[in-house]
C-alpha cells in the first residue's frame, strides 16, 4: 500500500507560480512511476506530467514550457513547479503513483489561479 499526500495548492494571480509536493509512503519510492494530474469542474481528470524512475519525464501540451515535475528520491517527495500560470489552469491536482501493476492517488490540492 502507498500511500499519498499533496499539499501546495493555493490561490494564485495568472502570471504567478506554485510549487506543489506530493509526499509518498514506502520504501521503494525511486521505483515508483510519479505523476501529477488535475481535474476541473464538469471536466474530466487528465494527465500534466510523469516522471519515471530514471527521471524520464512526458507533459501534457498546455503545460509544456511552464510546468516542471521533479522528484527527490531521498524525500520520498515529486514535485510539480508551476509557472506562468492561467487561469484555466485552476484545478484539483492529484498526486499518483504507479507501482508493482497499481495505481495510487492522492486526495487532491486545490489550484485556483483568479484576479
Known amino acids: 500500500q502507498v500511500q499519498l499526500v499533496e499539499s501546495g495548492g493555493d490561490l494564485v494571480q495568472p502570471g504567478g507560480s506554485l510549487r506543489l509536493s506530493c509526499a509518498a509512503s514506502?520504501?521503494?519510492?525511486?521505483?515508483?512511476?510519479m505523476g501529477w494530474h488535475r481535474q476541473a469542474p464538469g471536466k474530466q481528470r487528465e494527465l500534466v506530467a510523469r516522471?519515471?524512475?530514471?527521471?524520464?519525464?512526458n507533459y501534457a501540451d498546455s503545460v509544456k514550457g511552464r510546468f516542471t515535475i521533479s522528484r527527490d528520491n531521498a524525500k520520498n517527495t515529486v514535485y510539480l513547479q508551476m509557472n506562468s500560470l492561467k487561469p484555466e489552469d485552476t484545478a484539483v491536482y492529484y498526486c499518483?503513483?504507479?507501482?508493482?501493476?497499481?495505481?495510487?492517488w492522492g486526495q487532491g490540492t486545490q489550484v485556483t489561479v483568479a484576479s
Open positions: 514506502g520504501s521503494m519510492f525511486s521505483s515508483y512511476i
Open positions: 499518483s503513483a504507479d507501482f508493482s501493476l497499481r495505481e495510487y
Open positions: 516522471i519515471r524512475s530514471g527521471g524520464t519525464t
